[in-house]
């Protein structure tokens, strides 16, 4: 069973293919993790599942219903159910860290508000940082209040775009074991984009690798460390 599927997906921008006859399944309730080197078209796969670019040609499949296909997007990124965490975060810096939560819940005029972001602050342990601003942050909080804002409307999808580039090695520990309890607690399904393996490996049930708009290879940590594809050996070193 597959909860999302990318059927020979090709996607080009200025007459440059990012993507080449690109397919992958993802099973619901796991991690996937993308991998491979800058440029080689993940953070597009993640776009295009959120609906945020058309493809230029092949359908785009979540539970069972195409919601995009060549040159048009049938089901709108707001009715997709998914979270979406950007690599630059992407918290309005106007906003409070209130505020920042709730943005997704008073545009879907949810009820209960108070709650579901009380419940936020105490989850990812930044209730002392309500009133604060994201330039009175660190950058570890800044993370967390971001994957708080993109779960708070309860997502069947994750999509976390490096969001852990920039943190230094400790914290990034911290903040991964974090959002994997998170995800086994919550049974959403995630799609992580990250150039360094040796992250994937530790939050992925399944690795995808990828270069130059392709998928390599596709399986577990152990399948993708004993594979004997020369790009993966050679990605695996650096």
Known sequence: MHFIELNHISHNYQDKFVLNDFSVAISPGKTTCLIGPTGCGKTTVLRLVAGLETPSAGTITINYKIVSETGRIIVPPHQRNIGYVFQDLALWPHF?????????????????????????????????????????????????????????????????????????????????????QLQQRLNFTMLYVTHNHREAFQTGDIIVVMNEGKMVLKG???????????????????
Request: proline fraction near 3%; charged fraction near 30%; charge should be neutral.
């Open 96 to 180: 409070t860290v209130r505020e920042n939560i709730a943005f997704g819940l008073k545009a879907r005029k949810e009820k209960n508000i108070g709650n579901r972001i009380g419940e936020l602050l105490d989850l990812f342990r930044i209730s002392d940082k309500t009133e604060k601003y994201p330039h009175q942050l660190s950058g570890g909080q800044k993370q967390m209040v971001a994957i708080a804002r993109s779960i708070a409307l309860q997502p069947e999808i994750l999509l976390m775009d490096e969001p852990l580039a920039n943190i230094d090695t400790h914290l990034k520990q911290n903040i991964l074991e974090h959002v994997m």
């Open 220 to 238: 577990t940590k152990d399948e993708i460390i004993n594979s004997s594809d020369r790009f993966i050996k050679s990605f695996l070193e650096n």
